[in-house]
């Protein structure tokens, strides 16, 4: 008889959580129970799971007795203070956080890309960045075809990327600003910083905090945590990247512009649309003649990462284009969280 596991959604009451429940329910991993846990301001909360009305727990450490599976996605410092003790007590943990991305000894994985470097978890598993993913799903077909010399990326990302909270005072700036009163802004661009400002009607050149590189930490994740993905090293020079990280006035789903280079300069973009037409998770939307190109609107609620306006540089051979929209609560998020943990469980390593 197939094993059935113990999972605990820690986190569970958040945007991604409550997709981490849904993504849970329509996996192929065999659940025999499923605990849900939250701080203690959400303890109480009821939620489904299938057709059981589950209760929300204050995590404690002990909340994870007898638990085979974590899926976390409750912020970087609880994902700190709790995972250890889940780990302590035999589960294996999908961390949705920035906690661990970087820990040389933590798999960084995208399961479309490097599913294999899952077996070298000591307890915990790394979700990427959600701007970060959904390149690396388009970009790793063609690296594995062609190679893969440069990428510059200028990033479009929607409010539900800063969280829930920033989602509402989005919304709730977006009806200030049509009623003809005066936007509030106590979060965006990022809680951490000194100054605020209003996304509605709005660009934010500024994701996460702004370091003394010039650069901002969002800049800095998808430049790193590409790399680690891709060949396995955070500071490897072999591959290029650079990003300019906007949060754009869209609720969900996050738009990418991308640049790339790569080392066969015989590539051509039919070959690369036909490789990416191929690709797993990858939709092509490449229809210039119809105005065809993916949408953020048209991507909430979808798993795939959606492909088009490949086009190449004609200044710059072996150089092409591309515009890259994914759910980033989904696929950037819950959905490869638990893709993750149904590759540990098909590859035996829970």
Same mark, same amino acid.
């Given at each position: 008889?197939?094993?059935?596991?113990?999972?605990?959604?820690?986190?569970?009451?958040?945007?991604?959580?409550?997709?981490?429940?849904?993504?849970?329910?329509?996996?192929? &991993?065999?659940?025999?129970?499923?605990?849900?846990?939250?701080?203690?301001?959400?303890?109480?909360?009821?939620?489904?799971?299938?057709?059981?009305?589950?209760?929300?727990?204050?995590?404690?450490?002990?909340?994870?007795?007898?638990?085979?599976?974590?899926?976390?996605?409750?912020?970087?410092?609880?994902?700190?203070?709790?995972?250890?003790?889940?780990?302590?007590?035999?589960?294996?943990?999908?961390?949705?956080?920035?906690?661990?991305?970087?820990?040389?000894?933590?798999?960084?994985?995208?399961?479309?890309?490097? $599913?294999?470097?899952?077996?070298?978890?000591?307890?915990?598993?790394?979700? $990427?960045?959600?701007?970060? &993913?959904?390149?690396?799903?388009?970009?790793?077909?063609?690296?594995?075809?062609?190679?893969?010399?440069?990428?510059?990326?200028?990033?479009?990302?929607?409010a539900s990327g800063a969280g829930q909270s920033a989602l509402n005072e989005f919304y709730q700036q977006a009806q200030d600003?049509?009623?003809?009163?005066?936007?509030?802004?106590?979060?965006?661009?990022?809680?951490?910083?000194?100054?605020?400002?209003?996304?509605?009607?709005?660009?934010?050149?500024?994701?996460?905090?702004l370091e003394d590189s010039g650069y901002s930490h969002e800049e800095w994740k998808m430049i790193h945590e590409t790399k680690?993905?891709?060949?396995?090293?955070?500071?490897?020079?072999?591959?290029?990247?650079?990003?300019?990280?906007?949060?754009? $006035?869209?609720?969900?789903?996050?738009?990418?512009?991308?640049?790339?280079?790569?080392?066969?300069?015989?590539?051509?973009?039919?070959?690369?649309?036909?490789?990416?037409?191929?690709?797993?998770?990858?939709?092509?939307?490449?229809? &210039?003649?119809?105005? &065809?190109?993916?949408? $953020?609107?048209?991507?909430?609620?979808?798993g795939d990462t959606f492909v088009g306006r490949l086009r190449p540089d004609y200044e710059n051979k072996g150089a092409f284009?591309?515009?890259?929209?994914?759910?980033?609560?989904?696929?950037?998020?819950?959905?490869?969280?638990?893709?993750?943990?149904?590759?540990?469980?098909?590859?035996?390593?829970?």
């Amino acid at each position: 008889m197939a094993k059935e596991y113990v999972v605990a959604i820690l986190g569970a009451t958040g945007a991604v959580g409550h997709r981490m429940i849904e993504q849970l329910a329509a996996s192929s &991993i065999p659940v025999k129970e499923v605990k849900l846990l939250a701080s203690a301001r959400s303890a109480g909360t009821q939620l489904k799971f299938r057709d059981q009305t589950l209760t929300v727990e204050e995590t404690t450490p002990d909340s994870f007795e007898g638990v085979d599976l974590v899926l976390s996605s409750a912020g970087g410092s609880t994902s700190k203070k709790f995972l250890p003790e889940a780990v302590k007590r035999g589960a294996v943990c999908v961390d949705n956080t920035s906690a661990y991305r970087m820990e040389p000894d933590v798999p960084l994985v995208v399961p479309e890309v490097n $599913p294999e470097t899952l077996a070298q978890h000591h307890g915990i598993v790394a979700n $990427p960045n959600c701007s970060t &993913i959904q390149m690396v799903v388009a970009l790793e077909p063609i690296r594995q075809a062609f190679g893969l010399k440069q990428i510059i990326v200028s990033t479009y990302q929607a409010a539900s990327g800063a969280g829930q909270s920033a989602l509402n005072e989005f919304y709730q700036q977006a009806q200030d600003y049509l009623d003809g009163k005066e936007m509030q802004a106590n979060i965006l661009p990022t809680k951490g910083d000194k100054k605020h400002y209003p996304l509605a009607f709005n660009l934010l050149p500024q994701i996460d905090v702004l370091e003394d590189s010039g650069y901002s930490h969002e800049e800095w994740k998808m430049i790193h945590e590409t790399k680690k993905i891709m060949v396995g090293d955070m500071n490897s020079p072999e591959i290029k990247v650079t990003a300019t990280c906007v949060r754009v $006035p869209v609720p969900i789903s996050h738009g990418e512009s991308v640049y790339f280079e790569v080392e066969d300069k015989s590539a051509t973009v039919e070959q690369i649309r036909e490789l990416l037409a191929q690709a797993p998770g990858v939709v092509v939307q490449d229809d &210039i003649q119809h105005q &065809i190109y993916p949408q $953020p609107i048209n991507a909430v609620g979808k798993g795939d990462t959606f492909v088009g306006r490949l086009r190449p540089d004609y200044e710059n051979k072996g150089a092409f284009n591309m515009w890259i929209v994914a759910d980033n609560l989904l696929k950037g998020a819950a959905l490869n969280t638990v893709q993750n943990a149904e590759e540990l469980v098909k590859r035996g390593l829970i």
